[in-house]
């Protein structure tokens, strides 16, 4: 036994401690009881970065495309601070062009826009009045993922594993997909730990190539050498966490460890050729091709595998009008880009019986308002006041629709769903109380939903 070893049996307690065998390492992603028993054990995110427009998906407002051209009523805007317009000035209302009908069993009226999606409202609640704080991209995402708008704080994903802790020993509890034109607006902070040890905090995987750059073991080196690297280094780690107490140093030797694990668990996850071509079809997949609808496949296999926290980004859906940002052709493409993998994403957890124990989440960090913005194309500024999210498994009541706006859509008038209720939601649906997952710093003790927070029992089943 090294000297490593010895100072963790004195760390431990224990008589004996073997110099190579990890598992006598406290392991900080060890399952934890949850407060009661939960409805779900998995979350997959589906995040819609910059705001995707409700008036052209899921919130049908008739009377708004009636007065579309009208000026606003001055009573709805007074006093409210928007993005990019100037609330002084004569703004008109803009009625969706977008053809709407009902679906399902619950009667949701979805747009033409999510064929694929309108097929799945049976088996999801919409919810129309949702409501956030901020209304400027970067610190909003910042909100919607981590409760505060301020750099610092833990992200939703990282409170879950610090609170639950991961079922899956070969892969991170908490991973993060990308997609779409480029990566959301604050980038790493919206799945960063903030002051909870930085192994909660969410890990990046790419989904073609090499799933984590660095990874593979460079050319030349044994799997025995490279052993015996790992045992030195964490064998130095623990003299050193004896010495001083910092617990982010076991961090540092669970990441090490995690990191040798995922040599083989990381590329078998990306490598899909033990899907059947039918699921590949489902997901609209092309091979070797990177998709949203890939990255949707990819969170199934890493719920399977026992991932926690899987939370997919997509972009961009800044539809102000202008270049690149219209509510024509550029909201159709991305509309296209997640329609179907999100859709099949739901039917596939569906039938192979982890929809139950999966909650999926899909909503952006704002919606969109009722008036347009006066630029080169038709486009809409950042609202806060009303916005649609969806819900799906994991406890959820399906085919269920949550919420009202009033008829221009400006305003949640019903079961209002702030950001702090969203995730006081979440928290309870995966067993955990809100006001009890705490984590003392800087001398009080956070929580995900600061002072805020309400369950939105009406959302379970």
Request: with cysteine.
């Amino acid at each position: 036994m090294g000297l490593g070893g010895v100072a963790l049996a004195s760390m431990l307690g224990q008589r004996e401690v073997r110099g190579a065998d990890t598992g006598a390492l406290p392991n900080p992603l060890a399952p934890k009881p949850t407060h009661f028993p939960a409805r779900a054990k998995n979350v997959i995110y589906l995040f819609m970065a910059g705001g995707p427009s409700q008036l052209e998906l899921f919130d049908y407002k008739p009377k708004l495309i009636e007065l579309n051209g009208q000026p606003v009523p001055a009573s709805l805007i007074e006093g409210k601070r928007f993005a990019f317009m100037d609330s002084s000035h004569g703004t008109k209302l803009l009625g969706t062009r977008r053809k709407f009908a009902q679906h399902g069993r619950s009667g949701a009226w979805v747009s033409e826009l999510f064929p694929h999606t309108a097929k799945i409202v049976d088996d999801i609640t919409l919810v129309k009045s949702c409501q956030a704080t901020l209304f400027n991209h970067a610190p909003a995402k910042l909100f919607m993922n981590t409760g505060s708008g301020q750099f610092g704080r833990p992200s939703m994903g990282s409170w879950l594993n610090y609170g639950l802790g991961s079922e899956c020993q070969d892969l991170p509890g908490f991973v993060v997909l990308q997609s779409g034109s480029r990566g959301p607006r604050g980038g790493a902070v919206n799945w960063g730990s903030g002051f909870l040890p930085t192994t909660h905090q969410g890990v990046p995987f790419r989904g073609t190539g090499e799933p984590i750059l660095n990874l593979t073991t460079p050319e030349g080196i044994t799997a025995t050498r490279q052993r015996e690297t790992l045992d030195a280094i964490r064998d130095l780690n623990l003299q050193r966490a004896v010495a001083t107490g910092d617990p982010e140093i076991t961090t540092r030797i669970a990441a090490y460890e995690m990191a040798s694990r995922m040599q083989s668990s990381a590329p078998e996850l990306i490598d899909l050729s033990s899907e059947s071509a039918a699921t590949l079809d489902l997901y609209g997949i092309e091979p070797g091709k990177p998709s949203f609808g890939r990255n949707c496949l990819l969170a199934r296999r890493l719920v399977e595998r026992g991932v926690r926290f899987v939370q997919l980004y997509h972009t961009n859906w800044d539809s102000h009008g202008g270049p690149g940002e219209n509510l024509e052709g550029d909201f159709e493409k991305v509309c296209r880009g997640v329609d179907q993998g999100q859709a099949a994403l739901v039917q596939d957890l569906k039938q192979r019986g982890l929809l139950k124990d999966t909650l999926v989440v899909w909503g952006g960090e704002f919606g969109r308002t009722p008036m347009g913005e006066n630029r080169d194309t038709t486009g809409r500024n950042h609202h806060v006041d009303a916005f649609t999210m969806w819900f799906a498994g994991g406890g959820v009541k399906a085919g269920q629709i949550l919420g009202e706006t009033d008829e221009l859509g400006f305003n949640a008038v019903a079961d209002q769903m702030h950001v702090h209720d969203i995730h006081a939601t979440i928290l309870h649906l995966l067993g955990l109380e809100h006001t009890k997952l705490t984590f003392r710093f800087q001398g009080r003790d956070f929580r995900l939903t600061d002072v805020h927070g309400q369950v939105m029992t009406k959302l379970f089943a």
